[in-house]
Protein backbone atom coordinates (compact mmCIF):
# COMPACT_ATOMS: atom_id res chain seq x y z
CA UNK A 1 0.00 0.00 0.00
CA UNK A 2 2.47 2.85 -1.47
CA UNK A 3 -0.49 5.84 -2.16
CA UNK A 4 -1.13 7.86 -0.81
CA UNK A 5 -4.42 6.86 1.92
CA UNK A 6 -6.64 9.94 3.82
CA UNK A 7 -9.86 9.49 5.74
CA UNK A 8 -12.28 12.02 7.06
CA UNK A 9 -14.57 10.81 9.91
CA UNK A 10 -17.91 12.77 10.54
CA UNK A 11 -19.43 11.97 14.00
CA UNK A 12 -21.96 13.86 15.00
CA UNK A 13 -24.12 12.69 18.36
CA UNK A 14 -25.21 16.13 19.71
CA UNK A 15 -28.05 18.23 18.24
CA UNK A 16 -29.26 21.61 19.55
CA UNK A 17 -32.71 20.96 17.97
CA UNK A 18 -34.67 18.93 20.24
CA UNK A 19 -36.60 16.70 17.77
CA UNK A 20 -33.15 15.09 17.09
CA UNK A 21 -32.46 12.56 19.17
CA UNK A 22 -29.13 12.48 21.04
CA UNK A 23 -27.06 8.97 19.32
CA UNK A 24 -24.85 7.36 21.64
CA UNK A 25 -22.48 5.75 18.91
CA UNK A 26 -20.96 8.55 17.17
CA UNK A 27 -18.21 9.33 19.42
CA UNK A 28 -17.66 5.52 19.91
CA UNK A 29 -17.79 4.86 16.38
CA UNK A 30 -15.11 8.03 15.12
CA UNK A 31 -12.46 6.57 18.01
CA UNK A 32 -12.62 3.02 17.44
CA UNK A 33 -12.43 3.64 13.34
CA UNK A 34 -9.89 6.32 13.60
CA UNK A 35 -7.55 3.30 15.59
CA UNK A 36 -7.87 1.03 13.36
CA UNK A 37 -7.99 3.37 10.17
CA UNK A 38 -4.95 4.85 11.22
CA UNK A 39 -2.51 1.80 12.76
CA UNK A 40 0.13 1.19 10.07
CA UNK A 41 -0.13 -2.36 10.35
CA UNK A 42 -3.66 -1.81 8.98
CA UNK A 43 -5.52 0.64 7.35
CA UNK A 44 -2.69 3.21 7.12
CA UNK A 45 -4.59 6.31 6.36
CA UNK A 46 -4.12 9.51 7.33
CA UNK A 47 -7.31 10.42 9.64
CA UNK A 48 -9.13 13.15 10.79
CA UNK A 49 -11.85 13.38 12.77
CA UNK A 50 -14.87 16.06 12.81
CA UNK A 51 -17.05 15.74 16.15
CA UNK A 52 -20.06 17.58 16.71
CA UNK A 53 -19.67 20.48 14.12
CA UNK A 54 -21.95 23.30 12.15
CA UNK A 55 -23.49 22.31 8.74
CA UNK A 56 -20.63 24.87 7.82
CA UNK A 57 -18.13 23.79 9.33
CA UNK A 58 -18.63 19.92 7.62
CA UNK A 59 -19.11 21.69 4.36
CA UNK A 60 -15.68 23.28 4.86
CA UNK A 61 -14.25 19.99 5.91
CA UNK A 62 -15.77 17.85 3.39
CA UNK A 63 -14.55 19.87 0.44
CA UNK A 64 -10.99 20.70 1.37
CA UNK A 65 -10.94 17.23 2.31
CA UNK A 66 -11.48 16.08 -1.61
CA UNK A 67 -9.23 19.49 -3.00
CA UNK A 68 -5.97 19.07 -4.31
CA UNK A 69 -5.43 15.60 -4.50
CA UNK A 70 -3.31 13.30 -6.68
CA UNK A 71 -4.80 10.30 -8.97
CA UNK A 72 -2.49 8.25 -7.17
CA UNK A 73 -4.91 8.93 -3.40
CA UNK A 74 -7.36 6.84 -1.98
CA UNK A 75 -9.98 8.53 -0.12
CA UNK A 76 -12.46 7.46 2.62
CA UNK A 77 -15.12 9.53 4.17
CA UNK A 78 -17.56 8.04 7.01
CA UNK A 79 -20.86 9.74 8.14
CA UNK A 80 -21.78 8.94 11.84
CA UNK A 81 -25.37 10.99 12.31
CA UNK A 82 -28.88 11.63 11.54
CA UNK A 83 -29.71 11.08 7.55
CA UNK A 84 -32.29 13.34 7.02
CA UNK A 85 -34.94 13.53 3.78
CA UNK A 86 -36.57 16.68 3.26
CA UNK A 87 -40.40 17.24 1.24
CA UNK A 88 -38.81 17.17 -1.99
CA UNK A 89 -37.02 14.07 -1.32
CA UNK A 90 -33.55 15.30 -1.13
CA UNK A 91 -30.75 13.07 1.43
CA UNK A 92 -29.45 15.33 3.65
CA UNK A 93 -26.76 14.73 6.81
CA UNK A 94 -27.31 16.54 9.87
CA UNK A 95 -25.03 18.96 11.84
CA UNK A 96 -24.77 20.08 14.83
CA UNK A 97 -26.84 23.12 14.46
CA UNK A 98 -29.66 21.37 12.53
CA UNK A 99 -33.16 22.74 12.09
CA UNK A 100 -35.34 20.57 10.52
CA UNK A 101 -37.13 23.22 8.41
CA UNK A 102 -34.69 24.46 7.38
CA UNK A 103 -32.43 21.81 6.19
CA UNK A 104 -31.19 23.41 3.12
CA UNK A 105 -29.58 26.42 5.14
CA UNK A 106 -28.43 24.26 8.09
CA UNK A 107 -27.74 20.27 6.89
CA UNK A 108 -25.05 19.16 4.39
CA UNK A 109 -27.27 17.61 1.17
CA UNK A 110 -25.66 14.69 -0.29
CA UNK A 111 -25.63 16.63 -3.89
CA UNK A 112 -23.17 18.46 -2.11
CA UNK A 113 -20.94 15.54 -0.80
CA UNK A 114 -21.31 13.16 -4.53
CA UNK A 115 -19.97 17.06 -6.25
CA UNK A 116 -17.41 16.91 -4.00
CA UNK A 117 -16.42 12.62 -5.10
CA UNK A 118 -16.79 13.72 -8.63
CA UNK A 119 -14.69 16.90 -8.38
CA UNK A 120 -11.76 15.56 -6.70
CA UNK A 121 -8.60 13.82 -8.85
CA UNK A 122 -8.28 11.01 -6.30
CA UNK A 123 -8.04 7.90 -8.13
CA UNK A 124 -10.39 6.24 -5.38
CA UNK A 125 -13.31 7.45 -3.20
CA UNK A 126 -15.22 5.35 -0.83
CA UNK A 127 -18.16 6.38 1.40
CA UNK A 128 -19.16 5.20 4.14
CA UNK A 129 -22.38 6.15 5.70
CA UNK A 130 -23.44 4.96 9.18
CA UNK A 131 -26.78 6.95 9.96
CA UNK A 132 -30.26 6.95 11.45
CA UNK A 133 -32.38 7.89 8.25
CA UNK A 134 -35.78 9.78 8.84
CA UNK A 135 -38.58 10.68 6.77
CA UNK A 136 -39.89 14.48 5.06
CA UNK A 137 -40.44 17.02 7.79
CA UNK A 138 -44.16 18.72 8.33
CA UNK A 139 -44.24 22.27 8.23
CA UNK A 140 -43.64 23.36 11.48
CA UNK A 141 -43.02 20.71 12.96
CA UNK A 142 -39.90 19.73 14.79
CA UNK A 143 -40.01 16.26 14.83
CA UNK A 144 -39.01 13.51 12.60
CA UNK A 145 -41.64 10.99 10.77
CA UNK A 146 -40.55 8.25 9.00
CA UNK A 147 -42.74 8.91 6.29
CA UNK A 148 -41.66 7.96 2.44
CA UNK A 149 -38.64 6.20 0.89
CA UNK A 150 -35.18 7.21 2.09
CA UNK A 151 -33.14 5.86 -1.09
CA UNK A 152 -29.61 6.49 0.15
CA UNK A 153 -27.75 4.83 -2.72
CA UNK A 154 -29.74 6.49 -5.37
CA UNK A 155 -28.65 9.88 -3.87
CA UNK A 156 -24.82 8.70 -5.08
CA UNK A 157 -25.23 6.72 -7.63
CA UNK A 158 -26.33 9.12 -10.44
CA UNK A 159 -23.15 10.30 -11.31
CA UNK A 160 -19.61 9.05 -11.90
CA UNK A 161 -17.08 10.83 -11.12
CA UNK A 162 -14.70 12.36 -13.95
CA UNK A 163 -11.68 13.28 -12.56
CA UNK A 164 -11.00 9.75 -10.81
CA UNK A 165 -10.79 6.05 -11.47
CA UNK A 166 -13.85 5.40 -9.38
CA UNK A 167 -15.90 5.71 -6.69
CA UNK A 168 -17.74 3.35 -3.60
CA UNK A 169 -20.95 4.04 -1.42
CA UNK A 170 -21.75 1.65 1.39
CA UNK A 171 -24.44 2.40 3.62
CA UNK A 172 -25.50 1.00 6.90
CA UNK A 173 -29.29 0.87 5.97
CA UNK A 174 -31.52 1.93 3.38
CA UNK A 175 -35.04 2.80 2.21
CA UNK A 176 -37.39 2.61 5.34
CA UNK A 177 -34.52 1.06 7.31
CA UNK A 178 -32.56 2.82 10.51
CA UNK A 179 -29.23 2.13 11.61
CA UNK A 180 -29.58 0.48 14.65
CA UNK A 181 -27.34 1.47 17.99
CA UNK A 182 -27.28 -2.02 19.65
CA UNK A 183 -30.61 -3.37 20.59
CA UNK A 184 -32.28 0.21 20.36
CA UNK A 185 -32.70 3.11 17.84
CA UNK A 186 -31.10 6.24 19.34
CA UNK A 187 -32.15 5.65 22.93
CA UNK A 188 -30.62 6.34 26.38
CA UNK A 189 -27.96 2.85 25.87
CA UNK A 190 -24.58 2.83 27.32
CA UNK A 191 -22.53 4.60 24.50
CA UNK A 192 -20.62 1.36 22.31
CA UNK A 193 -20.20 1.60 18.38
CA UNK A 194 -22.93 1.20 16.27
CA UNK A 195 -23.82 -2.39 14.49
CA UNK A 196 -22.64 -1.30 11.38
CA UNK A 197 -19.26 0.59 12.75
CA UNK A 198 -18.30 -2.27 15.12
CA UNK A 199 -18.60 -4.96 12.06
CA UNK A 200 -16.18 -2.80 10.15
CA UNK A 201 -13.68 -1.99 12.91
CA UNK A 202 -14.30 -5.69 14.21
CA UNK A 203 -13.36 -6.89 10.21
CA UNK A 204 -10.62 -4.73 9.99
CA UNK A 205 -8.88 -4.96 13.29
CA UNK A 206 -9.11 -8.84 13.41
CA UNK A 207 -8.92 -9.72 9.94
CA UNK A 208 -11.97 -11.58 9.85
CA UNK A 209 -12.80 -9.40 6.68
CA UNK A 210 -9.85 -10.99 4.50
CA UNK A 211 -12.76 -13.64 3.43
CA UNK A 212 -10.15 -14.69 0.57
CA UNK A 213 -7.22 -15.29 2.95
CA UNK A 214 -4.61 -13.23 0.54
CA UNK A 215 -3.21 -10.66 3.25
CA UNK A 216 -5.85 -8.35 2.18
CA UNK A 217 -9.34 -6.94 3.46
CA UNK A 218 -10.47 -5.81 -0.13
CA UNK A 219 -13.79 -3.48 -0.52
CA UNK A 220 -15.53 -6.12 -1.78
CA UNK A 221 -14.69 -8.70 1.14
CA UNK A 222 -15.33 -6.17 4.08
CA UNK A 223 -19.10 -5.65 2.32
CA UNK A 224 -19.93 -8.87 2.51
CA UNK A 225 -18.39 -9.74 6.17
CA UNK A 226 -20.79 -6.38 7.36
CA UNK A 227 -23.67 -7.61 5.44
CA UNK A 228 -23.44 -11.09 7.41
CA UNK A 229 -22.46 -9.53 10.94
CA UNK A 230 -25.52 -6.66 10.56
CA UNK A 231 -27.89 -8.99 9.47
CA UNK A 232 -27.08 -11.44 11.99
CA UNK A 233 -27.66 -8.65 14.52
CA UNK A 234 -30.36 -6.84 13.60
CA UNK A 235 -32.84 -8.92 10.96
CA UNK A 236 -34.04 -5.63 10.13
CA UNK A 237 -30.96 -3.55 8.98
CA UNK A 238 -29.70 -3.99 5.39
CA UNK A 239 -26.02 -2.34 4.29
CA UNK A 240 -26.62 -1.62 0.76
CA UNK A 241 -23.32 -0.95 -1.72
CA UNK A 242 -23.18 0.78 -5.20
CA UNK A 243 -19.60 1.14 -6.97
CA UNK A 244 -17.74 1.91 -9.71
CA UNK A 245 -14.10 0.50 -9.52
CA UNK A 246 -11.95 -0.43 -12.35
CA UNK A 247 -9.71 -3.19 -10.43
CA UNK A 248 -9.87 -4.04 -6.56
CA UNK A 249 -9.25 -1.93 -3.99
CA UNK A 250 -7.67 -3.00 -0.79
CA UNK A 251 -8.71 -0.60 2.14
CA UNK A 252 -6.54 -2.21 4.94
CA UNK A 253 -4.17 -5.34 5.29
CA UNK A 254 -4.99 -8.67 7.23
CA UNK A 255 -3.75 -9.55 10.42
CA UNK A 256 -4.57 -13.22 9.04
CA UNK A 257 -1.55 -13.08 6.81
CA UNK A 258 0.49 -14.57 9.36
CA UNK A 259 1.61 -18.57 9.26
CA UNK A 260 -0.38 -20.47 10.82
CA UNK A 261 1.79 -23.38 13.54
CA UNK A 262 -0.11 -26.53 14.80
CA UNK A 263 0.10 -25.58 18.34
CA UNK A 264 0.98 -28.35 20.70
CA UNK A 265 -1.14 -27.85 24.40
CA UNK A 266 0.64 -27.11 27.30
CA UNK A 267 0.75 -29.94 29.74
CA UNK A 268 -2.33 -30.48 32.14
CA UNK A 269 -0.92 -29.87 34.86
CA UNK A 270 0.08 -26.30 33.64
CA UNK A 271 -3.41 -25.37 32.51
CA UNK A 272 -4.83 -26.73 35.85
CA UNK A 273 -2.29 -24.41 37.81
CA UNK A 274 -3.00 -21.44 35.30
CA UNK A 275 -6.47 -21.76 37.18
CA UNK A 276 -5.68 -22.03 40.78
CA UNK A 277 -7.15 -19.98 43.54
CA UNK A 278 -3.63 -19.32 44.86
CA UNK A 279 -1.74 -16.55 42.97
CA UNK A 280 1.93 -17.96 43.53
CA UNK A 281 0.95 -21.18 41.84
CA UNK A 282 -0.76 -19.29 39.18
CA UNK A 283 2.52 -16.77 38.87
CA UNK A 284 4.13 -19.98 38.72
CA UNK A 285 2.42 -20.92 35.68
CA UNK A 286 2.96 -18.30 33.62
CA UNK A 287 6.49 -18.16 33.92
CA UNK A 288 6.41 -21.39 32.74
CA UNK A 289 5.02 -20.11 29.78
CA UNK A 290 7.42 -17.64 29.12
CA UNK A 291 10.18 -20.33 29.53
CA UNK A 292 8.34 -22.65 26.76
CA UNK A 293 7.73 -19.52 24.68
CA UNK A 294 11.96 -19.34 24.06
CA UNK A 295 11.79 -23.19 23.37
CA UNK A 296 13.33 -23.77 20.10
CA UNK A 297 10.56 -26.52 18.99
CA UNK A 298 8.10 -24.27 17.32
CA UNK A 299 4.84 -26.22 18.22
CA UNK A 300 5.28 -26.42 21.73
CA UNK A 301 6.00 -22.46 21.80
CA UNK A 302 3.03 -21.73 19.80
CA UNK A 303 1.21 -23.75 22.38
CA UNK A 304 2.64 -20.76 25.09
CA UNK A 305 2.51 -18.48 22.97
CA UNK A 306 -1.90 -19.15 22.33
CA UNK A 307 -2.34 -19.60 26.61
CA UNK A 308 0.10 -16.24 27.35
CA UNK A 309 -2.95 -14.42 25.18
CA UNK A 310 -5.35 -15.79 27.58
CA UNK A 311 -3.50 -14.82 30.50
CA UNK A 312 -2.83 -10.82 29.25
CA UNK A 313 -6.18 -10.88 28.42
CA UNK A 314 -8.10 -11.93 31.32
CA UNK A 315 -5.32 -12.12 34.44
CA UNK A 316 -5.03 -9.81 37.17
CA UNK A 317 -2.40 -7.12 36.43
CA UNK A 318 0.60 -8.22 37.50
CA UNK A 319 0.00 -11.89 35.43
CA UNK A 320 -1.36 -10.24 32.78
CA UNK A 321 1.71 -7.44 32.06
CA UNK A 322 4.29 -10.46 32.27
CA UNK A 323 2.37 -12.28 29.86
CA UNK A 324 2.30 -8.94 27.62
CA UNK A 325 6.27 -8.44 28.44
CA UNK A 326 7.09 -12.16 26.79
CA UNK A 327 4.72 -11.75 24.14
CA UNK A 328 6.07 -8.62 22.94
CA UNK A 329 9.23 -10.41 22.56
CA UNK A 330 8.67 -12.56 19.82
CA UNK A 331 7.42 -9.74 18.12
CA UNK A 332 9.57 -9.83 14.19
CA UNK A 333 12.62 -7.38 14.82
CA UNK A 334 14.61 -7.71 11.25
CA UNK A 335 17.68 -6.03 11.34
CA UNK A 336 18.44 -3.89 9.97
CA UNK A 337 14.79 -2.68 8.79
CA UNK A 338 16.11 -0.43 6.08
CA UNK A 339 18.48 -1.23 3.22
CA UNK A 340 19.93 1.79 0.87
CA UNK A 341 21.95 -0.04 -1.90
CA UNK A 342 23.64 3.16 -3.54
CA UNK A 343 23.95 3.72 -7.00
CA UNK A 344 24.70 -0.13 -8.79
CA UNK A 345 25.68 0.54 -12.70
CA UNK A 346 23.10 -1.56 -14.97
CA UNK A 347 23.57 -4.94 -15.56
CA UNK A 348 26.59 -5.54 -13.40
CA UNK A 349 26.56 -8.33 -10.58
CA UNK A 350 23.38 -8.16 -8.34
CA UNK A 351 24.71 -7.17 -4.75
CA UNK A 352 23.43 -8.26 -2.00
CA UNK A 353 23.04 -7.68 1.44
CA UNK A 354 22.41 -9.90 4.82
CA UNK A 355 19.25 -9.13 7.22
CA UNK A 356 19.31 -10.87 10.35
CA UNK A 357 16.07 -12.07 12.37
CA UNK A 358 16.49 -10.79 16.36
CA UNK A 359 14.66 -12.59 19.06
CA UNK A 360 13.68 -16.34 20.18
CA UNK A 361 13.02 -19.41 17.67
CA UNK A 362 8.95 -18.03 17.10
CA UNK A 363 10.01 -14.14 16.52
CA UNK A 364 12.12 -15.48 14.18
CA UNK A 365 9.91 -17.83 11.76
CA UNK A 366 8.21 -16.26 9.08
CA UNK A 367 7.10 -15.56 5.52
CA UNK A 368 8.72 -13.56 3.73
CA UNK A 369 7.36 -12.14 0.44
CA UNK A 370 8.50 -9.07 -1.83
CA UNK A 371 6.16 -6.55 -2.86
CA UNK A 372 8.38 -5.23 -6.13
CA UNK A 373 9.43 -8.05 -8.79
CA UNK A 374 13.17 -6.45 -9.00
CA UNK A 375 13.64 -7.64 -5.23
CA UNK A 376 15.28 -11.35 -4.23
CA UNK A 377 15.39 -13.02 -1.27
CA UNK A 378 17.11 -15.48 -0.71
CA UNK A 379 16.61 -17.22 3.27
CA UNK A 380 20.12 -17.75 5.54
CA UNK A 381 20.30 -19.83 8.77
CA UNK A 382 20.38 -16.22 10.59
CA UNK A 383 18.02 -14.41 8.49
CA UNK A 384 17.78 -13.62 4.64
CA UNK A 385 19.91 -12.26 1.63
CA UNK A 386 18.31 -9.44 -0.13
CA UNK A 387 19.24 -8.76 -3.93
CA UNK A 388 18.59 -6.11 -6.47
CA UNK A 389 17.92 -6.86 -9.95
CA UNK A 390 20.40 -4.40 -12.08
CA UNK A 391 18.13 -5.15 -15.51
CA UNK A 392 16.10 -1.74 -15.18
CA UNK A 393 18.02 1.73 -14.89
CA UNK A 394 16.24 4.25 -12.44
CA UNK A 395 15.28 4.93 -8.79
CA UNK A 396 14.18 1.78 -7.19
CA UNK A 397 11.96 2.14 -3.78
CA UNK A 398 10.35 -0.75 -2.52
CA UNK A 399 9.62 -3.03 0.47
CA UNK A 400 9.85 -6.80 1.47
CA UNK A 401 6.73 -7.93 3.86
CA UNK A 402 7.39 -10.39 6.93
CA UNK A 403 4.37 -12.35 8.27
CA UNK A 404 5.07 -14.21 11.50
CA UNK A 405 2.67 -16.11 13.55
CA UNK A 406 2.20 -12.64 15.95
CA UNK A 407 2.44 -9.46 14.02
CA UNK A 408 3.77 -8.39 10.82
CA UNK A 409 6.86 -6.18 9.71
CA UNK A 410 8.50 -4.47 6.63
CA UNK A 411 12.09 -4.39 5.35
CA UNK A 412 12.45 -1.18 2.98
CA UNK A 413 14.93 -1.51 0.28
CA UNK A 414 16.08 1.86 -2.11
CA UNK A 415 18.50 1.74 -4.87
CA UNK A 416 19.43 3.62 -7.83
CA UNK A 417 20.33 1.81 -10.93
CA UNK A 418 22.38 4.25 -13.46
CA UNK A 419 23.23 3.77 -17.38
CA UNK A 420 26.00 0.61 -17.95
CA UNK A 421 27.89 3.42 -19.38
CA UNK A 422 27.63 5.57 -16.11
CA UNK A 423 30.91 6.36 -13.71
CA UNK A 424 30.42 2.86 -11.24
CA UNK A 425 29.92 5.05 -7.56
CA UNK A 426 29.14 2.50 -5.29
CA UNK A 427 26.58 3.45 -2.61
CA UNK A 428 27.91 3.01 1.12
CA UNK A 429 25.62 -0.34 1.45
CA UNK A 430 27.24 -2.15 -1.60
CA UNK A 431 29.03 -5.54 -0.74
CA UNK A 432 32.20 -6.34 -1.96
CA UNK A 433 30.71 -10.09 -2.25
CA UNK A 434 29.89 -10.25 -6.04
CA UNK A 435 28.73 -14.23 -5.84
CA UNK A 436 25.70 -14.37 -8.18
CA UNK A 437 22.27 -14.67 -6.40
CA UNK A 438 20.05 -17.94 -7.19
CA UNK A 439 17.07 -16.99 -9.22
CA UNK A 440 13.88 -16.78 -7.94
CA UNK A 441 10.36 -16.52 -9.12
CA UNK A 442 8.85 -13.28 -8.64
CA UNK A 443 6.64 -12.35 -5.13
CA UNK A 444 7.10 -16.35 -4.29
CA UNK A 445 6.66 -16.37 -0.42
CA UNK A 446 9.06 -18.02 1.42
CA UNK A 447 8.91 -19.72 5.38
CA UNK A 448 12.37 -18.74 6.85
CA UNK A 449 13.38 -20.45 9.84
CA UNK A 450 16.81 -19.26 11.40
CA UNK A 451 19.14 -21.04 14.08
CA UNK A 452 20.49 -18.23 16.49
CA UNK A 453 23.64 -19.99 16.50
CA UNK A 454 24.38 -19.53 13.32
CA UNK A 455 23.83 -15.56 12.63
CA UNK A 456 26.26 -14.22 10.68
CA UNK A 457 28.64 -11.41 12.38
CA UNK A 458 28.34 -7.98 10.80
CA UNK A 459 30.78 -7.47 7.64
CA UNK A 460 33.47 -4.57 8.58
CA UNK A 461 32.78 -1.76 6.15
CA UNK A 462 35.45 1.06 4.99
CA UNK A 463 35.12 4.35 5.94
CA UNK A 464 33.09 6.65 4.23
CA UNK A 465 34.15 8.83 1.72
CA UNK A 466 32.56 12.61 1.75
CA UNK A 467 30.11 12.11 -0.98
CA UNK A 468 28.97 8.35 0.82
CA UNK A 469 28.40 10.36 3.53
CA UNK A 470 26.07 13.07 2.13
CA UNK A 471 24.47 10.62 0.47
CA UNK A 472 23.71 7.94 4.03
CA UNK A 473 22.64 12.01 5.22
CA UNK A 474 20.01 12.23 2.85
CA UNK A 475 18.85 8.89 3.55
CA UNK A 476 18.87 8.90 7.61
CA UNK A 477 15.71 9.42 9.07
CA UNK A 478 15.29 13.12 10.09
CA UNK A 479 14.33 14.37 13.26
CA UNK A 480 13.51 17.78 12.70
CA UNK A 481 9.75 17.82 12.14
CA UNK A 482 9.12 15.70 15.36
CA UNK A 483 11.27 17.99 17.55
CA UNK A 484 9.44 21.20 16.20
CA UNK A 485 6.69 19.04 17.32
CA UNK A 486 7.28 18.97 20.37
CA UNK A 487 8.66 22.51 20.84
CA UNK A 488 5.41 23.45 19.90
CA UNK A 489 3.17 21.63 22.40
CA UNK A 490 5.74 23.00 25.09
CA UNK A 491 4.88 26.64 23.77
CA UNK A 492 1.11 25.60 23.78
CA UNK A 493 1.75 24.06 27.24
CA UNK A 494 3.45 27.37 28.51
CA UNK A 495 1.02 29.43 26.99
CA UNK A 496 -2.25 27.49 28.74
CA UNK A 497 -0.19 27.69 32.45
CA UNK A 498 0.13 31.81 31.74
CA UNK A 499 -3.38 32.29 30.95
CA UNK A 500 -4.54 30.35 34.07
CA UNK A 501 -1.63 32.89 35.68
CA UNK A 502 -3.54 36.10 34.25
CA UNK A 503 -6.98 34.49 34.93
CA UNK A 504 -5.98 34.41 38.78
CA UNK A 505 -3.75 37.30 38.99
CA UNK A 506 -6.79 39.11 37.17
CA UNK A 507 -9.36 37.84 39.26
CA UNK A 508 -7.18 39.21 42.39
CA UNK A 509 -7.25 42.56 41.09
CA UNK A 510 -10.67 42.07 40.24
CA UNK A 511 -11.66 41.73 43.82
CA UNK A 512 -9.15 44.32 45.29
CA UNK A 513 -11.03 46.71 43.23
CA UNK A 514 -13.82 45.83 44.47
CA UNK A 515 -13.02 46.30 48.36
CA UNK A 516 -11.52 49.98 47.81
CA UNK A 517 -14.86 51.40 46.34
CA UNK A 518 -15.12 54.42 44.77
CA UNK A 519 -11.79 55.44 45.48
CA UNK A 520 -10.26 52.98 43.34
CA UNK A 521 -9.15 51.88 40.08
CA UNK A 522 -9.10 48.26 38.07
CA UNK A 523 -5.75 50.00 35.92
CA UNK A 524 -3.87 50.51 38.72
CA UNK A 525 -4.73 47.22 40.75
CA UNK A 526 -4.19 45.13 37.28
CA UNK A 527 -0.98 46.55 37.03
CA UNK A 528 0.20 46.00 41.02
CA UNK A 529 -1.10 42.16 41.19
CA UNK A 530 1.27 41.96 37.21
CA UNK A 531 -1.69 40.17 35.36
CA UNK A 532 -0.33 41.86 31.88
CA UNK A 533 3.40 40.17 31.93
CA UNK A 534 1.63 36.74 31.85
CA UNK A 535 -0.96 37.95 29.47
CA UNK A 536 1.83 39.16 27.59
CA UNK A 537 3.53 35.49 27.60
CA UNK A 538 0.72 33.87 26.55
CA UNK A 539 -0.13 35.79 23.08
CA UNK A 540 3.21 35.34 22.23
CA UNK A 541 3.77 31.74 23.19
CA UNK A 542 0.67 30.89 21.44
CA UNK A 543 1.31 32.66 18.12
CA UNK A 544 4.36 31.27 18.12
CA UNK A 545 2.93 27.66 18.71
CA UNK A 546 0.80 28.14 15.64
CA UNK A 547 3.95 29.30 13.86
CA UNK A 548 6.30 26.68 15.13
CA UNK A 549 3.87 23.87 14.39
CA UNK A 550 3.18 25.03 11.05
CA UNK A 551 6.84 24.73 10.44
CA UNK A 552 6.92 21.15 11.85
CA UNK A 553 3.86 20.18 9.15
CA UNK A 554 5.41 21.78 6.31
CA UNK A 555 8.56 20.11 6.83
CA UNK A 556 6.96 17.03 7.20
CA UNK A 557 5.26 17.61 3.82
CA UNK A 558 8.00 18.57 1.66
CA UNK A 559 10.68 15.79 3.18
CA UNK A 560 7.71 13.06 3.72
CA UNK A 561 10.89 10.67 2.45
CA UNK A 562 13.43 11.27 5.20
CA UNK A 563 10.86 10.25 7.93
CA UNK A 564 9.35 6.77 9.09
CA UNK A 565 5.61 6.85 9.54
CA UNK A 566 6.14 6.76 13.21
CA UNK A 567 8.16 10.07 13.12
CA UNK A 568 5.11 11.09 10.63
CA UNK A 569 2.83 10.17 12.93
CA UNK A 570 4.13 11.65 16.11
CA UNK A 571 4.30 14.74 14.72
CA UNK A 572 0.99 15.26 13.12
CA UNK A 573 -0.25 13.96 16.83
CA UNK A 574 1.91 16.25 18.41
CA UNK A 575 1.06 19.06 15.97
CA UNK A 576 -2.79 18.51 16.77
CA UNK A 577 -2.64 18.84 19.99
CA UNK A 578 -0.67 22.09 20.42
CA UNK A 579 -2.89 23.74 18.17
CA UNK A 580 -6.16 22.37 19.78
CA UNK A 581 -4.56 24.08 23.00
CA UNK A 582 -3.30 27.03 21.37
CA UNK A 583 -6.13 28.25 19.60
CA UNK A 584 -8.70 28.23 22.36
CA UNK A 585 -6.07 29.61 24.77
CA UNK A 586 -5.26 32.48 22.42
CA UNK A 587 -9.20 33.78 21.73
CA UNK A 588 -9.65 33.80 25.49
CA UNK A 589 -6.05 35.41 25.74
CA UNK A 590 -7.19 37.68 23.15
CA UNK A 591 -10.95 38.22 24.77
CA UNK A 592 -9.05 39.00 28.27
CA UNK A 593 -6.90 41.71 26.69
CA UNK A 594 -10.27 43.05 25.00
CA UNK A 595 -12.20 43.25 28.14
CA UNK A 596 -9.04 44.96 30.00
CA UNK A 597 -8.99 47.74 27.37
CA UNK A 598 -12.16 48.36 27.43
CA UNK A 599 -13.05 48.02 30.74
CA UNK A 600 -10.24 49.98 32.72
CA UNK A 601 -11.30 53.21 31.57
CA UNK A 602 -15.07 52.38 33.18
CA UNK A 603 -14.41 51.19 35.70
Not at 83 to 88: W, Y
Not at 482 to 507: E, N
Request: hydrophobic share 40%; with cysteine.
Amino acid sequence: MTDSRHALIIANDRYTDQGLKKLKAPAQDAAALERVLHDPQIGDFEVEVVHNASADLMRRRIQGFFNDRRRADTLLLHFSCHGLKSESGELYFAASDTEPPLLAATAVASQFVRGCMSGTRAGRSVLFLDCCYGGAFSRGSASVRASGEVNVLESFAKDEPAGGRGWAVITASDSMEYSFEGSELAENTAPRPSVFTHAVVEGLETGEADLDADGNVSLDDLYEYVYRHVREQNPHQTPKKAAELQGELHLARSRRGGIKIVAIPSPSSLRAALHSDDFLTRQGAVTELCNRLQRPELPVAEGARQHLGEVAHDEVQPLADLAAGALDEIRLAPSPDRLDFGRIPRGSTPPKRSVSMQGPPLARHCVVQPKQPWLRVDPTRGGMEVHVDTATPGHLSGDIALKGVADESLIHVEAEVTPADGPPKPGPHLSDDSTTPKPQPEDKRRTVVIDPSRIPSKPKEPPETPEQQKRTDRTTPSRRAPALAGAALALAVTALAMLFMTIQRGVVAVVARADAGVTGNVEDDIREYGALTPLIVCLITGAATLVVGAFARHDLGARREHYTKQAASGTQTLTSVAKGLAIPTLVLAVLAGIAYLVGSAHW
